[in-house]
C-alpha cells in the first residue's frame, strides 16, 4: 500500500497538470486512477474509436498524435509528455478520437477513466480551469506546427523536435532516424543527411536506435523560433500554479 502511494506521489509530482491540483482536486480523480506502464509502440488511442481513458506521463513517457494518411504516410501534429494530458481534453470524452495516439518513449502514466475525469471537472473549478487552459495550449502547439512544418527548413524543425523531446525524455533519445523521418513527415535519407549535418556540428550523437543531445545551448541556437514560443506560451497560460503568470499589471 506504501508502495502504491508513493508511486501515485511521484505522478502527482511528476506530471506538470497534476502537480498543480490542490488536495481537494486531488482527492476527486485520485481514486478513480491507475498507474500504468507504456510500452513503446503501444496505441493509446485510435482514430476513430471512443475516447474511454485520460492519460497523464510523468517521467520520459511520450506520446506522438498522429495524422496517418493514404499511401502509408504519416505526420505527427503534437507530442505530449509530462507536461500534459491524452484523450479527451479538447472533446471530453463524448467524441472519437480524430488521431491516433502512438507512445514515442516508453515510460508510466496515470490513467483516469472519462467518466471521472467528467465528473472531478464538474466539481473541481480549478480541474476545469486548468483543462481549458490545456486545451488552448494544445491547439497552439498543433497550430505552431502547421506555420513550422511550412514555413521552416528541415534542419530548423528537426532540433525543434529533439528539443521538446529531451525536455520530456531527458538528453538520451531512444529513437530511430526511421521513426524521425515519419514524425517529420519526410523521407528517412532526408532525416539522415539531417542528422549527419548535425553530427558534424557537434550538436548530437548518433548510435543506432538513439539520438544523444551533446549540447542545448547549439541547439537552440539552430532550431527554430517554435520551440520558445510553445514554452513560452506553456508558462502564460499554465505555468506552476494551473493558471499561468500573472498579469504584468500584477507584478507592479
Not at 505522478?11 to 513503446?40: C, D, H, M
Not at 536506435?209 to 542545448?216: E, K, M, R, S, V
Request: aromatic share 6%; with cysteine.
Amino acid at each position: 500500500m506504501t508502495d502504491e502511494l508513493d508511486r501515485l506521489d511521484e505522478a502527482f509530482a511528476g506530471n506538470r497538470l497534476l502537480s498543480t491540483f490542490p488536495a481537494e482536486a486531488r482527492a476527486l480523480i485520485e481514486p478513480a486512477g491507475e498507474l500504468v506502464e507504456l510500452q513503446l509502440g503501444a496505441t493509446v488511442h485510435k482514430r476513430g474509436s471512443d475516447v474511454e481513458s485520460t492519460y497523464f506521463p510523468f517521467g520520459p513517457a511520450m506520446i506522438s498524435l498522429v495524422v496517418d494518411m493514404a499511401k502509408g504516410r504519416s505526420i505527427e501534429v503534437a507530442s505530449i509528455g509530462h507536461e500534459g494530458a491524452v484523450g479527451g481534453i479538447v472533446s471530453c470524452g463524448h467524441a472519437p478520437a480524430f488521431t491516433r495516439s502512438e507512445v514515442l518513449v516508453p515510460g508510466r502514466a496515470l490513467r483516469v477513466e472519462m467518466k471521472a475525469l467528467e465528473d472531478a471537472k464538474m466539481r473541481s473549478g480549478h480541474i476545469r480551469n486548468l483543462f481549458c487552459r490545456f486545451s488552448d495550449y494544445l491547439l497552439s502547439q498543433v497550430m505552431q506546427s502547421v506555420a513550422c512544418n511550412a514555413f521552416h527548413p528541415i534542419e530548423q524543425r528537426a532540433a525543434r523536435w529533439l528539443l521538446t523531446a529531451q525536455d520530456r525524455a531527458g538528453s538520451r533519445i531512444e529513437l530511430t532516424q526511421e521513426a524521425l523521418a515519419g514524425l517529420l513527415g519526410v523521407q528517412r535519407t532526408t532525416v539522415n543527411a539531417v542528422v549527419r549535418v548535425l553530427q558534424d556540428e557537434g550538436l548530437i550523437g548518433s548510435r543506432r536506435g538513439a539520438i544523444q543531445i551533446l549540447d542545448t545551448v547549439g541547439l537552440k541556437r539552430r532550431a527554430c523560433e517554435c520551440y520558445q514560443a510553445i514554452e513560452s506560451h506553456f508558462a502564460d497560460i499554465i505555468g506552476t500554479s494551473g493558471s499561468g503568470r500573472p498579469p504584468a499589471s500584477d507584478c507592479l
